[in-house]
């Protein structure tokens, strides 16, 4: 059994003042092959892909697998979990205790359909009652510091009344994706609206939505949030969550390392742990990693259409 760390050294508030820069939970991306190359470039909170709850409670092997994969180095981790029952959330989350993650984050924002529909992710924001028995379920069974994610509300902006109770409830700290449920992933990320949501509350809030660039860092801290949510800006760019955390510190930004050394590695941890049946897993990355080479567009071609593994290799270190 992998041990994250100690508990007790991790307080959320401490530790955005210190590094205000957060690693997304990204389902079917942030598995442990990617996470071993995160941390090469950020001894920050990473968080998992997100858990059922559900599948933890009937002690579901391959979600277990998801988890305990998880690098055993130095750096928090956080577990996100999801799931529409309170019972069950308590008696999950007291299975995670034993690996000692820092922090448990709720998905309150997840807008799939098959999600929704058993009343987990967003689906709460039409039942916040329900969304808080939840909370409660796993405060009362995990020590450690407890978070919630959301979006800004269903069809429009309704979650303020919700940022209120989760307050009350003693909330560890929020962090608001600035997309409506209704929006996916499309458009763009109300930020000014969570920068006002995160001035209005007594609690760190973290925000989520189009977080590509250095400016971007700086545009969300500087507009009064205590933390920033780096996801899709590390697909193919990991070393980015160093990029955010000079930002955030004034700092200019370390050239950037060698693209292919970097995607070379990935791909020898994703052999590692699922072997052959992991390339068409390491195709969504390297179409992410392709978009920094020179003449991207033929490259991405050759590299998301290679047939092994072997293949892959002798395109990147081509490169
Ligand atoms: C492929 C993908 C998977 C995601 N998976 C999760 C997830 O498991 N849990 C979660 O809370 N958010 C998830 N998100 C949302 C992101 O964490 C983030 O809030 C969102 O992408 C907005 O940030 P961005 O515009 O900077 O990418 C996912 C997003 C993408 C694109």
């Given at each position: 059994m992998i041990l994250f760390g100690e508990l007790c050294l991790f307080r959320y508030k401490d530790y955005l003042d210190e590094i205000p820069v957060i690693a997304a939970p990204l389902a079917d991306y942030t598995d442990y092959p990617f996470r071993y190359v995160m941390r090469k470039f950020f001894q920050g909170l990473i968080f998992t892909e997100m858990i059922s709850l559900n599948a933890l409670d009937y002690d579901d092997e391959k979600t277990w697998k998801m988890i305990e994969t998880a690098p055993q180095e130095k750096g928090p981790i956080g577990i996100q979990v999801f799931g529409g029952k309170a019972d069950v959330a308590g008696r999950a989350v007291s299975k995670l205790k034993r690996l000692s993650p820092q922090v448990i984050d709720i998905n309150f924002a997840c807008p799939v359909r098959k999600v929704i529909k058993i009343g987990a992710g967003a689906g709460v924001l039409n039942e916040p009652e329900r969304g808080l028995e939840i909370v409660r379920a796993v405060k009362e069974n995990f020590d450690g510091e407890v978070s919630v994610k959301l979006r800004?509300?269903?069809?429009?902006?309704?979650?303020e009344y919700f940022l209120e109770r989760l307050v009350h409830e003693g909330i560890s700290a929020v962090t608001i994706h600035g997309r409506t449920v209704k929006q996916m992933y499309s458009g763009i990320a109300d930020r000014r609206r969570t920068l006002e949501l995160a001035k209005q509350f007594p609690i760190p809030i973290v925000v989520s939505g189009d977080v590509f660039s250095s400016d971007d860092v700086n545009e969300i801290l500087e507009g009064g949030a205590e933390g920033v949510l780096v996801a899709?800006?590390?697909?193919?760019?990991?070393?980015f969550l160093t990029d955010a955390v000079s930002a955030s510190r004034k700092e200019a930004p370390l050239p950037v390392p060698k693209i292919s050394e970097v995607a070379l590695m990935h791909m020898n941890k994703i052999i590692e742990c699922y072997g052959d049946r992991g390339l068409s897993r390491f195709r969504k990355h390297l179409a992410g990693y392709a978009k920094g080479f020179h003449s991207a567009g033929k490259i991405r071609h050759e590299l998301v259409t290679a047939k092994s593994f072997i293949e892959v290799e002798k395109i990147l270190k081509r490169l």
């Open positions: 800004l509300g269903v069809q429009s902006d309704t979650v899709r800006g590390m697909i193919g760019r990991p070393w």
